[in-house]
């Protein structure tokens, strides 16, 4: 088969280091935020799966993964981040107490007027924009979305739905970003991205906030089904945020054994691989096109404060072909016996199809013994959005497409 993945273990990795700050993700945080987005009426907890035929077939103990289609009606996860720091601009902005915060104060009228009328900005490759634009018609509020150059027509449709104004521009992700901080500085509306740069890290930090509690209700979830820890959590990456929260999270609960984190990036934007791949462990930007079905995963900018977190909680980097992405649509899509059926988009399915390469292919077999990967392992995965491009979905797991397994050499620049 021709090659699909390249892959490091990360040589940066320590495990507690004196400087690494995980206070904003300890679980009395998380709790505080998690009753925030509890107040909302949509909140619902997104159920995890133990998919045991999959896992017994994999050979390894067992696999659960997390659904987040199921997200405030959004399809993805992204919901959560946007609430909380959205939730927290407008309280603070209109002086109300934040520990004590519940969503229906920010509706009270006095509270409105307060605010008076506001404009949210972002860009996104989809989810992370329909989710800000989802907050703002909560809060009777403006949204103007940017999505990246061969953003997905569908997908610009969910978010319009909302009532945002959207445009996809001819450039990519990371330059849509920067459009979108100018275009804020100049009219004073509300960038609310999640990634952050010099001068812009308190909203990014709310965001990764947010994300953390789908890592608490996790954590919950595996207590309850009376499931031990995981042994290794498989996490995809654009920029970075997601990761690092559910990593930071998990690693707060379990300091002496935590986790083997292990990152997934899609081989036109790896930019967290190749980051850990050079000498000194400096962060690496990727520009261009970026081009890969992993629309949510197309970012060639870490986030430098997820990469920090990551850089020394990731214990491994996968870079690798669409390919496997299509692979784990169908292997999610198709369920062996009675294990659940997750409808898994193509930012989801990548820890899915990766893991089902490392434990079918004689290639994987070595890389799962350097990763302790065997009949023991108690693997995580987090399938973070559903068909977010419906018609593109069904390309995949009814036609086939990026079934061939094309040779990784063709994808990687
Ligand atoms: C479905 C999906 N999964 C994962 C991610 C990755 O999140 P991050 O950019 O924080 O790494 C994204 C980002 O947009 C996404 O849309």
């Known amino acids: 088969m021709a090659k699909q993945l390249r892959w490091t273990l990360n040589r940066f990795h320590s495990k507690r280091p004196a400087d690494l700050n995980l206070s904003p993700f300890q679980p009395q945080t998380v709790d505080r935020i998690r009753e925030f987005l509890q107040s909302h009426p949509a909140y619902q907890e997104t159920p995890i799966h133990s998919l045991k035929h999959l896992a017994k077939h994999l050979n390894i103990h067992n696999l659960i993964v997390k659904d987040e289609s199921l997200r405030f009606g959004l399809n993805a996860f ?36 307060k605010l008076g009328e506001l404009t949210f900005i972002s860009a996104t490759d989809g989810n992370h924009g329909r989710g800000v634009a989802w907050v703002a018609s909560e809060l009777g509020q403006k949204s103007k979305i940017f999505m990246p150059k061969g953003s997905s027509i569908s997908r610009l449709s969910a978010i319009q739905e909302l009532g945002a104004e959207v445009q996809i521009t001819d450039t990519n992700y990371d330059e849509t970003v920067r459009m979108c901080a100018d275009m804020a500085k100049e009219n004073d509306w509300i960038i609310v991205q999640d990634t952050s740069w010099t ?19 996790l954590f919950e979830q595996l207590q309850a089904a009376q499931m031990a820890s995981p042994t290794h959590i498989i996490l995809q990456a654009g920029v970075g945020s997601f990761a690092a929260s559910v990593a930071a999270y998990f690693t707060n609960r379990f300091p002496e054994h935590s986790p083997r984190i292990i990152l997934v990036e899609p081989g036109a934007a790896d930019c967290f691989f190749r980051s850990f791949t050079t000498h000194d462990g400096h962060m690496e930007e990727i520009k261009g096109d970026l ?57 989801g399915s990548i820890p899915i199809g990766l893991l089902y390469y490392l434990r079918t292919t004689e290639e994987g077999a070595e890389i799962c013994k350097a990763l302790s990967i065997d009949d023991q392992s108690r693997i995580l995965c987090i399938s973070t959005e559903g068909d977010t491009d419906p018609s593109f979905y069904r390309d995949i797991v009814w036609k086939g497409y990026h079934s061939n397994l094309p040779a990784y050499s063709e994808i990687i620049k």
């Open 78 to 113: 992204k919901g959560v981040g946007g609430l909380y720091a959205m939730g927290r601009v407008v309280a603070e902005r209109a002086g109300l107490d934040v520990p004590s915060l519940s969503f229906s104060q920010l509706l009270e009228p006095e509270v409105q007027k």
């Open 199 to 217: 001068g812009y890290e308190e909203i990014p930090l709310w965001i990764m906030q947010g994300y953390s509690v789908l890592a608490a209700e």
């Open 291 to 347: 081009a890969t079905i992993m629309a949510g995963l197309s970012c060639g900018v870490p986030n430098p404060y997820a990469y920090r977190l990551l850089k020394n909680l990731a214990h491994a980097s996968f870079s690798c072909a669409d390919s496997l992405s299509a692979l784990g649509s169908r292997v999610l899509g198709n369920p062996l016996s009675d294990d659940h059926r997750i409808i898994s988009g193509e930012s």
